[in-house]
């Protein structure tokens, strides 16, 4: 689905899995499949508006990652450091 370069077209790919995954029986699918059938519309969002936070969510990553590490450190200062860096890196 992800690689249709139109709505339309991820429209009519998403349509299909789910029905695949709705008719498979297997409880996963089927809950996955009702829930984004719920979702469709934002799902679709991207053909029409093409742009995603996962810049953003890879520096929430990284920030967490610093502060689980952060544990020992002997001032704030050194932590803050790290986290401007973190930020301003790519």
Known sequence: MYQSRTYREASA???LWLD???SSGLPPFVRVAST???WREEVLNYWR???TNALV???HNRVKVVK?????YRNEQVFLLRFL???HSD
């Open 68 to 72: 689980r590490r952060a544990y020992g």
């Open 85 to 87: 860096y973190l930020i």
């Open 20 to 22: 695949a995954a709705k």
């Open 36 to 38: 984004v059938q719920r």
């Open 57 to 59: 969510e890879g520096k």
């Open 49 to 51: 508006f093409p742009f």
């Open 13 to 15: 790919r998403l349509g």
